[in-house]
T-cell receptor, first 115, second 114 residues
Framework: EAGVAQSPRYKIIEKRQSVAFWCNPI?????LYWYQQILGQGPKLLIQ????????DSQLPKDRFSAERLKGVDSTLKIQPAKLEDSAVYLC?????????????FGPGTRLTVT | GENVEQHPSTLSVQEGDSAVIKCTYS??????FPWYKQELGKRPQLIID?????GEKKDQRIAVTLNKTAKHFSLHITETQPEDSAVYFC?????????????FGQGTILTVHP
């Protein structure tokens, strides 16, 4: 089966600019996650969608980050305006979430550098 | 919320030796504990997971143990090989409204010397 797709793979922007990331989950996966992975740390969940509804966005900096998942499939994550500390890899993951099966499959990530 | 602590942060072993990485978690509601391997510049990949109704699980050279009472779980890799060199992350997830929400440890850089 095809994996989780993300684009772009790399992005360099200046602080205060805006940026958007796109994710296409595995077909049929109801749950989609966005993680932020700062160099040398474990991934940190930013937002979790179940179909097109938000399940958890408690760690999303809502003053500058936004995310949507229209039609319960693809998702976009936006940062506006970006700060230096937003430099990280942004990982998208999806899972089937049926019963006790909630293994998460990760995409290749988007490496963001804010200068 | 959940907090996951992982030790050690770096681990260096000789090829053929065993490697053990330990994690503790804080939320007693957590019931799913996956381990991910992440090679440099690549995505995290699930290598093994365990659920709270099981104390131990094994898959070839990899095993995971869980102690629910003490709230800790460990990854054991036997007969290590150079290709096992990577960053390993443990994670914990609870059910209920936090269904599937993973909290990750800080990671362990494993280096296997030939």
């Amino acid at each position: 089966e095809a994996g989780v797709a993300q684009s772009p793979r790399y992005k360099i922007i200046e602080k205060r600019q805006s940026v958007a990331f796109w994710c296409n989950p595995i077909s049929g996966h109801a749950t989609l996650y966005w993680y932020q992975q700062i160099l040398g740390q474990g991934p940190k969940l930013l937002i979790q969608f179940q179909n097109n509804g938000v399940v958890d966005d408690s760690q999303l900096p809502k003053d500058r980050f936004s995310a949507e998942r229209l039609k319960g499939v693809d998702s976009t994550l936006k940062i506006q305006p970006a700060k230096l500390e937003d430099s990280a890899v942004y990982l998208c993951a999806s899972s089937l979430v049926q019963g006790t099966d909630y293994e998460q499959y990760f995409g290749p990530g988007t490496r963001l550098t804010v200068t | 919320g959940e907090n996951v602590e992982q030790h050690p942060s770096t681990l260096s072993v000789q090829e053929g030796d065993s490697a053990v990485i330990k994690c503790t978690y804080s939320d007693s509601a957590s019931n799913y504990f996956p381990w991910y391997k992440q090679e440099l510049g690549k995505r995290p990949q699930l290598i093994i997971d365990i659920r709270s109704n099981v104390g131990e699980k094994k898959d070839q050279r990899i095993a995971v143990t869980l102690n629910k009472t003490a709230k800790h779980f460990s990854l054991h890799i036997t007969e290590t090989q150079p290709e096992d060199s990577a960053v390993y992350f443990c994670a914990a997830a609870a059910g209920g409204t936090s269904y599937g929400k993973l909290t990750f440890g800080q990671g362990t850089i494993l280096t296997v010397h030939p």
